[in-house]
């Protein structure tokens, strides 16, 4: 997947940033539940025409119980990145905190037996408690214990708009591909240009290391 980040915009396969995902309007909710839930559901709310309405029907248990139940159903049905996490962003925004807890553990066990790439990160950002991690103490387990590459934390920094810290992963890179620098030129023109001289007097040093 060619993954593209916050601030190209205008691109389809663009990736947003944890925040930004759960800016969602009641609409998008309500829209979302019409998508996967059975058609008595539906009838249910396809007239909810304000957030106050839509209050009142999420607090009816045997509502929230069948929506719960298809939209675990839809979750478990799904195969492609970008679906599973729009089915995690719902889970997190309608679901009560313990109807949570297993769809997550299960879902860590599972992003944890291999090694992780920028979509595995997508998932699991949704499953993390970020007040009790910082990003940057999560990317650098993930680096240190899980043999994530420098390469991918990198990805996952800018993903987050961290571009200090995606240069420092990148700085653990061999070589950086000029996609990438191109989107660190775009955060900073400082950090860009360090990167530029890093590699540059990396490659004289090794030219003057096997010249010898």
Do not use: P
């Not at 059975?38 to 309405?53: G, L, M, P, W, Y």
């Not at 995690?88 to 066990?109: A, E, G, T, Y």
């Amino acid at each position: 997947m060619n993954i593209v980040y916050n601030n190209h915009k205008g691109d389809g396969n663009m990736r947003t940033d944890y925040e930004s995902l759960y800016e969602l309007e009641w609409k998008d909710v309500k829209n979302y539940i019409l998508s996967v839930c059975r058609q008595d559901v539906c009838e249910r709310i396809i007239h909810c025409e304000s957030q106050k309405e839509w209050n009142v029907f999420l607090q009816d248990d045997d509502v929230y119980e069948s929506v719960k139940n298809d939209m675990k159903k839809a979750y478990y049905h799904t195969q492609g990145y970008d679906d599973l996490e729009k089915h995690l962003i719902m889970m997190n925004v309608l679901f009560r905190n313990h109807d949570c807890q297993s769809i997550h553990i299960q879902l860590q066990k599972i992003l944890s037996q291999h090694r992780m790439t920028l979509d595995e990160y997508c998932l699991l950002r949704h499953v993390i408690d970020f007040s009790h991690l910082s990003f940057e103490d999560i990317v650098r387990e993930l680096y240190e214990c899980y043999g994530v590459s420098a390469k991918e934390c990198a990805k996952m920094a800018l993903l987050e708009d961290d571009v200090d810290l995606a240069c420092v992963y990148l700085m653990k890179c061999e070589t950086c591909e000029h996609e990438l620098l191109d989107i660190v030129k775009s955060y900073s023109w400082i950090q860009y240009f360090r990167l530029k001289r890093f590699y540059k007097q990396r490659e004289l040093a090794f030219t003057v290391l096997t010249t010898h």
